[in-house]
């Protein structure tokens, strides 16, 4: 296999894994989160659901766009085909950024999630008093 | 296999052992923390879950940006050790900074729902 097809197979299948770690994430958070946003929110938790979907994903996606062949403009096209294992290293350094991404967006929503649960408390507790 | 497949295959399994290890550790205390705290039986399982991602996910980004360059054809027993510890280094330096951020972020939830308790 040339360097050019490893550069395109490689590239499409890394969007495809990054995307995929997004997925997983989402599949993984997506029955607790559902049942908190139920209990908080109820009729109204469908943007909530929803928000965790696409901001999982949208963080993979980034930390996969976040990583750039040319350097920003600073390395030709040549120069990066020119060397596999370069190649190689931007693949690796594409999923990383898709996990610690996710990651990022999964402690984000912990935080959400803490809100949520300080709302839900404190609605519990003005209930037996009305 | 060329050395730098095996160091990399070698660390892989290691950091995942490693997490699955920080994460059974961790795990009963947590969730009869998150338990008592909560009250609400799919917060403690969001918590528990979020916390298996953050810790898989950190150490396998540790080990994928970890370069393995150091290591040659014909390179003795020990040298494929220090790669390996090498990369154990990010993996072990990831996941102590994200047990504290989720330690501190457990007290600010415990802080939350406990002041009127």
């Given at each position: ?5 490893y550069?395109?197979v490689s590239y499409?299948v ?8 997004g997925?997983?994430?989402y ?8 049942a908190?946003a ?14 965790l979907?696409?901001?999982?994903i949208?963080a993979a996606?980034?930390g996969?766009l976040s990583v750039?062949?040319?350097?920003h403009?600073?390395?030709?096209y040549?120069n ?10 931007l693949?690796?350094e594409?999923l990383?950024?898709?996990?610690n991404?996710?990651?990022y967006a ?9 809100i949520?649960?300080?709302v839900?408390?404190s609605h519990?507790?003005?209930s037996?008093?009305? | 296999?060329s050395p ?11 950091a995942?052992v490693?997490?699955?290890?920080v ?10 923390l ?5 009250g609400l039986?799919?917060?403690?399982d969001?918590y528990?879950r979020?916390f298996?991602?953050?810790?898989i996910?950190v150490?396998l980004a540790?080990i ?5 360059g150091d ?14 510890a090498?990369?154990m280094?990010?993996?072990?330096q ?9 330690v501190?972020l ?12």
């Open positions: 296999m040339t360097n050019e097809r550069l395109i499409f890394s969007a495809l894994g990054s995307l995929g770690l997925v997983a994430a599949r993984v958070l997506r029955a607790p989160f559902a908190i139920d209990a908080v929110a109820g009729s109204r938790s469908a943007i909530l659901k929803r928000a979907r696409v901001s999982t949208m996606v980034l996969f750039s062949y040319t350097q403009g600073c390395v030709s040549e990066v085909v020119k060397d596999r294992g370069y190649l190689v290293q693949n690796r594409q990383q950024s898709a996990g991404w996710i990651v999964v402690f984000a929503w912990c935080v959400i999630v803490l949520c649960l300080a839900w408390r519990q507790e003005q037996p008093r009305e | 296999m730098h497949s095996i160091t990399f295959l070698a660390s892989f399994i290691v995942l490693v997490a699955g290890l994460d059974r550790l961790l795990r009963p205390s947590l969730r009869g998150l338990e008592e705290i909560t039986p799919a917060a403690t969001f528990l979020a298996a991602i953050v810790v996910f150490a540790a994928l940006g970890t370069g393995h290591i040659k054809e014909g390179a003795h027993f020990m040298e494929y050790v220090w790669s390996v090498g990369s280094q990010d993996v072990f990831n996941l102590l900074i994200v047990l504290l951020v989720y501190t457990i007290t600010v939830l415990m802080a939350a729902l406990r002041r009127e308790h």
